[in-house]
């Protein structure tokens, strides 16, 4: 059974630095991309951060020139480096793996940037 277990969240001041991981328990095949998603009270899920197999990123415009996102395909690992954080930024981070037959989620990781 795949479990994703995400680590890193908690609560930072404004201008503060976060790293998120999220490690993948179990075999997944056919693996197109690993990302980050985050939803904040009353609004819909959004993509911060997405890394394709191959390397390729794709940012949030909001998040772009702050956060980075990395990944080690071998132990299934996906991290997403946070930087220069703002209020704006606070809300439920969840990791998600994406394959040819479903996606998986984390159970998410609060992240909370005070003013």
Same mark, same amino acid.
């Given at each position: 059974?795949? &479990? ?6 908690? !609560? =930072?001041? %404004? ?8 490690? #993948? ?13 985050? &939803? ?6 959004? !993509? =911060?951060? %997405? ?8 940012? #949030? ?55």
């Amino acid at each position: 059974q795949v &479990q994703l277990v995400e680590s890193g969240g908690g !609560l =930072v001041q %404004a201008g503060g630095s976060l790293r998120l991981s999220c490690a #993948a328990s179990g075999v997944i095949f056919s693996i197109n991309a690993m990302g980050w998603y985050r &939803q904040a009270p009353g609004k819909q899920r959004e !993509l =911060v951060a %997405a890394i394709t197999k191959g390397g390729s990123t794709n940012y #949030a415009d909001s998040v772009k020139g702050r956060f980075t996102i990395s990944r080690e395909n071998a132990k299934i690992t996906v991290y997403l480096q946070m930087n220069s954080l703002k209020p704006e930024d606070t809300a439920v981070y969840y990791c998600n793996v994406d394959t040819s037959r479903r996606d998986y989620w984390g159970q998410g990781t609060q992240v909370t940037v005070s003013s």
